[in-house]
């Protein structure tokens, strides 16, 4: 889908970002959607917008959402199945959001959204314990972390130097589109404004998992807001996952 304009020459879709990396459309299996019908709705939606490819990023967190391969990839065929019946070609993978924490494991092949790149995230109260000797454990075992949502986490508000600990270790940041617009509150766009003023950022993706998140988003695409924000930032979503297969 290309990009259209209004007589104000504002961008109102998505197209110039076309792959979600980090969203919670899968049905059933998480905090997300909780049905195949409205994980359906949601991807229509979503290539309505502009998106030509979504790679959904369960949670897996042992103690709310104990998720494995078996069950995102169950998932993830039952929504294609559907995609299928109704035509829709957009481009389904899927990988999986690593909570980090005391229950993490590195045992078998992990849910990566390339074979490579990881996502991980942690409590939005407390730094996780070990969470830097865990970035190091996963790049020696061939993966690149990427840390979902780095302006959310409380802890980072007043010491945002804290932040560059994990870059300088080469773990890439992915932003929330609805950060950047004020959904979480005033910290988090301030935080995020300064991550996107320093480059910090990587990645960005909807971490889409119900209507209001649909909403909010669908109205700053289509008024341009979107686009006037972070349109001109260089994320590598298509440099990076446009050729992702699974």
């Known amino acids: 889908m290309l990009s259209f304009f209004t007589k104000k020459n504002k961008v109102t879709d998505i197209s110039w970002l076309g792959v979600d990396i980090h969203s919670h459309i899968l049905p059933g299996v998480d905090d997300g959607s909780q049905n195949v ?13 502009g998106f030509h490819q979504l790679i959904a990023t369960p949670h897996i967190y042992q103690e709310l959402y104990p998720n494995n391969r078996e069950t995102i990839f169950k998932a993830k065929k039952l929504l294609q199945m559907e995609m299928d019946k109704a035509n829709i070609l957009i481009k389904l993978s899927a990988g999986a959001e690593y909570m980090i924490d005391q229950d993490f494991k590195m045992d078998g092949k992990l849910c990566s959204l390339d074979q490579k790149h990881l996502l991980i995230e942690m409590s939005y109260l407390n730094e996780s314990p070990g969470i830097s000797q865990t970035i190091f ?5 061939g993966y690149k972390p ?16 804290r932040l560059k600990r994990f870059k300088e270790k080469n773990c890439l940041f992915q932003l929330n589109i609805l950060s950047i617009l004020g959904y979480y509150g005033k910290e988090v766009k301030q935080l995020a404004e300064t991550l996107i003023k320093e480059k910090m950022y990587d990645f960005v993706g909807t971490d889409l998992h119900h209507d209001k998140h649909l909403n909010t988003l669908t109205e700053a695409v289509h008024s341009g807001k979107l686009f006037d924000l972070i349109g001109n930032y260089e994320f590598k979503n298509q440099q990076v996952f446009s050729s992702v297969l699974a």
Request: no cysteine; glycine share 0%; proline share 3%.
């Open 37 to 49: 019908e409205t994980s359906l709705r949601f991807v229509k939606s979503l290539q309505e917008l």
């Open 137 to 141: 454990d996963l790049e020696i075992k």
């Open 146 to 161: 990427i840390l979902a949502h780095p302006e959310r986490y409380t802890f980072y508000f007043k010491d945002k130097s």
